[in-house]
């Protein structure tokens, strides 16, 4: 695995971050909320940048969301008392499924 990819992972941690943010603010909690939105938006978008020096445009934005729908749909199960409906599941298995082909093509 190359550094872009490395860059291409943590970019899609620090946009988990950010969605969490997002949802602090939405709860009431604007302060810690705007920090962690502002902290995780702006650095999972450095750390795209970096990956776009060794990844494909189309291959990296596919990557980089789909990290943060499949973390932002499992924290939203885990945490927030979201649905667990097996096809949301199973639909989110299949986002992994997308990101692991695309990972192996490029």
């Not at 946009?15 to 997002?22: A, M, Q, R, Y």
């Not at 969301?65 to 299949?94: D, K, N, Q």
């Amino acid at each position: 695995m190359t550094w872009h990819w490395l860059a291409l992972l943590g970019a899609g941690i620090f946009e988990v971050l950010g969605v969490v943010g997002f949802a602090r603010v939405s709860r009431g909690q604007a302060l810690a909320g705007g920090l962690l939105m502002t902290l995780g938006f702006g650095t999972a978008l450095g750390f795209l940048a970096l990956a776009l020096r060794g990844i494909d445009l189309g291959i990296a934005y596919a990557v980089f969301t789909g990290i943060g729908t499949v973390c932002g749909t499992l924290l939203g199960m885990l945490y927030w008392g979201e649905s667990r409906h097996p096809l949301r599941i199973a639909f989110t298995a299949l986002i992994v499924l997308g990101v692991v082909g695309l990972k192996m093509s490029g």
